[in-house]
DNA sequence: TTAATTCCTACAATTTTGGTAGGAGTTGCA
DNA sequence: TGCAACTCCTACCAAAATTGTAGGAATTAA
């Protein structure tokens, strides 16, 4: 399951591709619309920031937008920023790899290829996915 | 990412496939070949006994055993009761569904389609890979 | 100057995870 | 009958992650 932080900030960001056309969204305003708590929404959009898939502007009439076009925002860089891995175990993760604890050796790990199954399978989905086909613009 | 429990637990019925011709298989020998704490694995093994995927023999030489066919159980199964539901979030899990706390109208989620989307793609492998197929018997 | 906003730091309650401890009950075998 | 090797049961617990909250400082438009 995403945790609540990673589904909040995807709501987010597909809120302000939504509405972004006229200016700077308010966390205030995505906060009332997607029913989430303002202080907890406004550390996930700075994570969004951080990470260059939103600008700011301070002070009043200021918000957050889109740096980049949602069309060339695929689903899956989000969710890596917000959530982590896609894998469900550490030594398949092509981005946050880490040797299994517990495996003596990943070549004769008996789940392993089912796990990279799951894997490709998921990133495709999310690969072809961008903000602009989730919020259907 | 799946739980060290879902993990083990996997590890764990594939090697009673791959080791339980000759006999039931002892938790003890599981922990050493996979590198598992048995207590832990112990209560592992429980819940897949009360799932009816394993049986158990008490006593002496006794230990752990398929009650089917490795090539008719399915990995969807087992992790459905290891680790909960597929789904990435609550409102569009098959077999855990629960409202999100946040969402107004599931109907209009923004991201409802995607959620599916993925759901569905990871239940294809899920559904297709059987303990046998794993297990490479 | 004021109102509205982002930005920053610190803290904290709750839940989940990943176990451990200690022994009771069962079984096969000498 | 007694011992060794198992499963089974209950209770507990520490650490980590999650999901926030509190309180204000800094910035900006009008």
Redesign the interface.
Known sequence: ??T?RA??G??AL??IA?NGEEGPVQASKIADA???SIKFLESILTTLRKHEFLGSKKGKYGGYFLLQAPSSVR?VDIIRVLE??I????CVSLNYYKK?????DEATC??N??MV??RD??L???KN?TLAD??QL
Chains 1, 2 share one sequence.
């Open positions: 399951m995403l609540k589904k909040y995807l709501k597909v809120y939504k997607e029913g989430l689903m982590g891995p894998a469900l175990v550490p299994c604890d517990d495996c003596k008996s789940i290829k089912l199954d799951v399978s998921t495709k989905v999310l996915n989730v919020a």
